[in-house]
């Protein structure tokens, strides 16, 4: 039962584009989200997260939405770049219970 | 400035043997934890601790012990492995445990 899903294994986008990663949560009681970024053979690294009690959070490429009532999240990545080529991690946290709960991951790859 | 440090960086074991993951961490961070990544399930919460001689199960605890004794070490043991633990492993530590989770390069074990 995996309460944090990212539907796309896998995505595909040219140097310069927008590259919109989605992530869907099952858990009402998630109130704090986050993404992580992953290169082979390294630790995944923190990149951007929001706080349910906004819907969007911007950090210079990087912009994440949440909908609370859809129970979605986004990550923007615009422009794309080819350093950006890595896995991204959704996660999903019960501040409450302090347990944080990762999507299974989604392969970016930006084509030059 | 290491950040998280994990050792081995691989290791292959037989069925029955244990084995202790090293981590350890320069930050000073009260929260650390341990997850496995297996393929398309993302990576789950093993164990945790909120600080020194403070430790909790996560998601998936069976076959595994912790022990915090001092802030910057949390070691991760397997008492008989087994080929299901087969995996990567990851420790990762926070400032707290709702800030962003800082991420060691991980330990890729095998069990025959």
């Known amino acids: 039962d995996q309460q944090v899903k990212q539907n796309s294994p896998s995505l595909s986008v040219q140097e310069g584009r927008i590259s919109i990663l989605n992530c869907d949560y099952t858990n009402s009681m998630f109130d704090y989200f986050l993404w992580y970024k992953k290169y082979p053979a390294e630790g995944p690294t923190f990149l951007i997260s929001?706080?349910?009690?906004?819907d969007k959070n911007e950090d210079g490429r990087f912009t994440v939405f949440l909908n609370k009532s859809a129970k979605h999240l986004s990550l923007h990545i615009v422009p794309s770049q080819p350093g950006d080529s890595a896995v991204y991690f959704c996660?999903?946290?019960?501040?409450?219970?302090?347990?944080?709960?990762f999507g299974s991951g989604t392969r970016l790859q930006v084509q030059p | 400035n290491a950040g998280v440090t994990q050792t081995p960086k691989f290791q292959v074991l037989k069925t029955g043997q244990s084995m202790t993951l090293q981590c350890a961490q320069d930050?000073?961070?009260?929260?650390m934890s341990w997850y496995r990544q297996d393929p398309g399930m993302g990576l789950r919460l093993i164990h945790y601790s909120v600080g020194a001689g403070i430790t909790d199960q996560g998601e998936v605890p069976n076959g595994y012990n912790v022990s915090r004794s001092t802030t910057e070490d949390f070691p991760l043991r397997l008492l008989s492995a087994a080929p299901s633990q087969t995996s990567v492993y990851f420790c990762?530590?926070?400032?707290?445990?709702?800030?962003?989770?800082?991420f060691g390069n991980g330990t890729r074990l095998t069990v025959t």
């Open positions: 929001i706080s349910s009690i906004k």
């Open positions: 930050m000073n961070h009260e929260y």
């Open positions: 990762a530590s926070s400032y707290s445990a709702t800030g962003p989770l800082h």
């Open positions: 996660a999903s946290m019960d501040t409450g219970r302090r347990a944080l709960t």
